[in-house]
T-cell receptor, first 116, second 110 residues
Framework: EAGVAQSPRYKIIEKRQSVAFWCNPI?????LYWYQQILGQGPKLLIQ????????DSQLPKDRFSAERLKGVDSTLKIQPAKLEDSAVYLC??????????????FGNGTRLTVT | TQLLEQSPQFLSIQEGENLTVYCNSS?????LQWYRQEPGEGPVLLVT?????EVKKLKRLTFQFGDARKDSSLHITAAQPGDTGLYLC??????????FGQGTRLTINP
């Protein structure tokens, strides 16, 4: 099966600019996650979708970050305006259903964002 | 507050040696997963442990879940350069989100 697709692979922007990331999950996977991984740290969940509804966005900085999953398939994550501390790898993951034990996460290769 | 503490953070050993990395928490988890992440890629699931005291083996890798389901260990026998990577543990409580540790960066020198 095709894996989780993410684009772009790399992005360099200046602070206060906007950026958007795209994710296409594994076909049929109902749950989609966006994680932020700062260098030297483990992934931190930003937002979790079940189909096209938000399950958890408690750690999403909503003043600058937004995400949507229209039609319950692809998803986009946007940052506007970007700050230096947003420099990180943004990972998208999907699972067949909401239970992480029964349905392990499959990660994409991420988008490496550098904010200068 | 880091719910899952991994140790050591960095480990560099020679090929053929054995090693153990740890994942500790004060919280109880219903399941715990181990992932390996290589540079430029996303984490890849190695194993899921569910039952307290459970031991799972994956070739030269042995995973153990603590009796109280608060901690876990990963033991690698006769490490090889291909084992190099970032090892992440992640705990789940029921159907809630996975919480990741900060990872152990392992380097196996030929």
């Amino acid at each position: 099966e095709a894996g989780v697709a993410q684009s772009p692979r790399y992005k360099i922007i200046e602070k206060r600019q906007s950026v958007a990331f795209w994710c296409n999950p594994i076909s049929g996977h109902a749950t989609l996650y966006w994680y932020q991984q700062i260098l030297g740290q483990g992934p931190k969940l930003l937002i979790q979708f079940q189909n096209n509804g938000v399950v958890d966005d408690s750690q999403l900085p909503k003043d600058r970050f937004s995400a949507e999953r229209l039609k319950g398939v692809d998803s986009t994550l946007k940052i506007q305006p970007a700050k230096l501390e947003d420099s990180a790898v943004y990972l998208c993951a999907s699972s067949a259903d909401i239970s992480s034990y029964n349905s392990p996460l499959h990660f994409g290769n991420g988008t490496r964002l550098t904010v200068t | 507050t880091q719910l899952l503490e991994q140790s050591p953070q960095f480990l560099s050993i020679q090929e053929g040696e054995n090693l153990t990395v740890y994942c500790n928490s004060s919280s109880v988890f219903s399941s715990l997963q181990w992932y390996r992440q290589e540079p430029g890629e996303g984490p890849v699931l190695l194993v899921t442990v569910v039952t307290g005291g459970e031991v799972k083996k994956l070739k030269r890798l042995t995973f153990q879940f603590g009796d109280a389901r608060k901690d876990s260990s990963l033991h690698i026998t006769a490490a090889q350069p291909g084992d190099t990577g970032l090892y992440l543990c992640a705990g789940a409580r029921g159907a809630q989100k996975l919480v990741f540790g900060q990872g152990t960066r392992l380097t196996i020198n030929p």
